[in-house]
């Protein structure tokens, strides 16, 4: 019963490091989305896809790069990280526009 | 600025009490969602609620949507410990975007 499963859970960079953030879902849901969470902001979103070979850019898209590499598996790309990049960082998938989304466990990244 | 605002941002009650937190937009959603967050976790939702004018009950907690679509209130009934947590509203556009969510600390 893993659901949505995020790697890793936690991730100290240096500044200009780059690391890839990945997540799979065994749901067989269409769409998957990457958000990040701050404190007093909520949930943002950085890129979705809403179907396999697409992606499209969130509200906070700069300084990251997604790749949908097929149905169960979508990763988030940090090239050069910064520590305005610093934050929880949760995937999610659901199966249409209407439906409940499900939620990794979250991956805690710091940047120094 | 945020397309949900949530209100309050911070709440603290006495075990026993009554509770209600807003979501308010100016947009119209075809469907708003309620999510609770623990630490440590993602959200993991409450409810849907589709119609305008809609109330859904999940045991001490009733949700309403709006009649315009553009706003919803959860109401918890005598909170317990258990309900200690982070609300988060969700509404669909054409993607799925949250509100800052309120932190829920009900003291026992």
């Known amino acids: 019963n893993a659901g949505v499963t995020q790697t890793p859970k936690f991730q100290v960079l240096k500044t200009g490091q780059s690391m890839t953030l990945q997540c799979a879902q065994d749901?067989?849901?269409?769409?998957m989305y990457w958000y990040r969470q701050d404190p007093g902001m909520g949930l943002r979103l950085i890129y979705y896809?809403?179907?396999?070979?697409?992606?499209d850019k969130g509200e906070v898209p700069n300084g990251y790069n997604v790749s949908r590499l097929n149905k169960r598996e979508f990763s988030l790309r940090l090239e050069s990280a910064a520590p305005s990049q610093t934050s929880v960082y949760f995937c999610?998938?659901?199966?249409?526009?209407?439906?409940?989304?499900?939620f990794g466990q979250g991956t805690r990244l710091t940047v120094v | 600025t945020q397309l949900l605002e949530q209100s309050p941002q911070f709440l603290s009650i006495q075990e026993g009490e009554n509770l209600t937190v807003y979501c308010n937009s100016s947009?119209?959603?075809?469907?708003l969602q309620w999510y609770r967050q623990e630490p440590g976790e993602g959200p993991v939702l409450l409810v849907t609620?589709?119609?305008?004018?809609e109330v859904k009950k999940l045991k001490r907690l009733t949700f309403q949507f709006g009649d315009a679509r553009k706003d919803s209130s959860l109401h918890i009934t005598a909170a317990q410990p258990g309900d200690t947590g982070l609300y988060l509203c969700?509404?669909?556009?054409?993607?799925?975007?949250f509100g800052a969510g309120t932190t829920v600390t009900v003291r026992a």
């Open positions: 999610a998938s659901r199966e249409d526009l209407n439906t409940e989304a499900f």
């Open positions: 749901m067989n849901h269409n769409s």
């Open positions: 896809s809403a179907s396999e070979g697409t992606t």
């Open positions: 947009s119209v959603f075809s469907s």
């Open positions: 609620v589709v119609t305008g004018g």
């Open positions: 969700a509404g669909r556009l054409y993607k799925l975007s």
